[in-house]
C-alpha cells in the first residue's frame, strides 16, 4: 500500500538552512504537500507541489521533487527558533476523494 | 480567514462510553475529512464524506465508527463503546472542491480513554 517516510528529528541553528527530507512509495500521487504543526496546534499547509513539477519557491520555503525517486524534501531557508515545530509529509493519491497520506512528521529543533 | 473548528479540544471518557467529536468546516466546502493521530504515530485517514453520503473510509474506521452532517453547518464523528485504542488526537478536514489542492484542518480534539 502507499506509504510516506520521513526522518523523525533533525536540529539546526538558528541562521542556517534546514532540509527536511521525505520518501513515498506510490507513484499516482498527484499533490505531495507539506504541513507545519506547532505544539498543541492542528495542520496548517506550508506548501504543496503538483507531481508534474520538480521544484516550487515560496519566500523561504524550496521544495524539491525527484519523481524517479520518489523523494520530497522541503528546505527552509534562514530557519528561525519559530520554525520548531513538526513537519509532516503528505500525498494525495490519484482516484482517492482527496484524502490524504502522511508520513510520521519531522521534529525540527531550532537553536539559538 | 476561514478556519475550521473543533469542539471539545480535549475529551476524557471511560472505556466502553459513547463519544461525538463536533466539527464546523469551512462553510461553502464540499468534502469533509476525519483523520487521527496517535501519540508518535502517523495522521491516519478514518473517513472522506461528500453529498452527504461516506465517499471512502479506511480500514479503522469500522462498524465502531460513524460519521454525520446532522444540519448544514456540523460533521460529527462518533466513536460507539471506546476502547483504550482509540485515545488519539482526531483531526476533521475540509476541502472546497475535488480539485482544490488545500485542505484546512482543525485544531483537533484529544480523546482519552481512560
Known amino acids: 500500500g502507499e506509504d510516506v517516510e520521513q526522518s523523525l528529528f533533525l536540529s539546526v541553528r538558528e541562521g542556517d538552512s534546514s532540509v527536511i527530507n521525505c520518501t513515498y512509495t506510490?507513484?499516482?500521487?498527484?499533490?505531495l504537500y507539506w504541513y507545519k504543526q506547532e505544539p498543541g496546534a492542528g495542520l496548517q499547509l506550508l506548501t504543496y507541489?503538483?507531481?508534474?513539477?520538480d521544484m516550487k519557491q515560496d519566500q523561504r520555503l524550496t521544495v524539491l521533487l525527484n519523481k524517479k525517486d520518489k523523494h520530497l524534501s522541503l528546505r527552509i531557508a534562514d530557519t528561525q527558533t519559530g520554525d520548531s515545530a513538526i513537519y509532516f509529509c503528505?500525498?494525495?493519491?490519484?482516484?482517492?476523494?482527496?484524502?490524504?497520506?502522511f508520513g510520521k512528521g519531522t521534529k525540527l529543533s531550532v537553536k539559538p | 480567514e476561514p478556519e475550521v473548528t473543533q469542539t471539545p479540544s480535549h475529551q476524557v471518557t471511560q472505556m466502553g462510553q459513547e463519544v461525538i467529536l463536533r466539527c464546523v468546516p469551512i462553510?461553502?466546502?464540499?468534502?469533509f475529512y476525519w483523520y487521527r493521530q496517535i501519540l508518535g504515530q502517523k495522521v491516519e485517514f478514518l473517513v472522506s464524506?461528500?453529498?452527504?453520503?461516506?465517499?471512502?473510509k479506511s480500514e479503522i474506521f469500522d462498524d465502531q465508527f460513524s460519521v454525520e452532517r446532522p444540519d448544514g453547518s456540523n460533521f460529527t464523528l462518533k466513536i460507539r463503546s471506546t476502547k483504550l485504542e482509540d485515545s488519539a488526537m482526531y483531526f476533521c478536514?475540509?476541502?472546497?472542491?475535488?480539485?482544490?489542492?488545500?485542505?484546512?484542518f482543525g485544531q483537533g480534539t484529544r480523546l482519552t480513554v481512560v
Open positions: 506510490d507513484s499516482s500521487s498527484t499533490y
Open positions: 507541489i503538483f507531481s508534474n513539477m
Open positions: 462553510s461553502n466546502h464540499l468534502y
Open positions: 503528505a500525498e494525495s493519491i490519484r482516484g482517492s476523494q482527496g484524502n490524504l497520506i
Open positions: 464524506f461528500y453529498n452527504n453520503e461516506i465517499s471512502e
Open positions: 478536514a475540509s476541502r472546497g472542491d475535488i480539485m482544490n489542492t488545500e485542505a484546512f
